[in-house]
């Protein structure tokens, strides 16, 4: 069974950061491809050695992911 996350990638100096909001898991690596790679093995190893309640207790259903914009700077 197939099931999809969500992968937030930034980039950080000498590499790629991969977060997984959902389950709060977090990979890296020196590409954005290889950051999401092992990302998605940090995910299946958690899910093969977690309990269910363990799951339960830190998957987070529902993630949004959007952008906000603020003023920055004081207004003249």
């Given at each position: 069974?197939?099931?999809?996350f969500?992968?937030?990638?930034?980039?950080?100096?000498?590499?790629?950061?991969?977060?997984?909001?959902?389950?709060?898991?977090?990979?890296?690596?020196d590409?954005?491809?290889?950051?999401?790679?092992?990302?998605?093995?940090?995910?299946?190893?958690?899910?093969e050695?977690?309990?269910?309640?363990e799951?339960?207790?830190?998957?987070?259903?529902?993630?949004?992911?959007?952008?906000?914009e603020?003023?920055?700077?004081?207004?003249?």
């Open positions: 069974m197939k099931k999809t969500t992968a937030v990638i930034e980039h950080e100096e000498g590499g790629y950061v991969a977060l997984c909001p959902e389950l709060d898991i977090a990979s890296q690596g590409t954005i491809e290889e950051a999401r790679s092992n990302l998605a093995e940090a995910i299946e190893l958690f899910l050695s977690a309990s269910p309640s799951i339960q207790d830190r998957l987070h259903d529902e993630v949004f992911v959007t952008r906000v603020v003023s920055v700077g004081k207004a003249a």
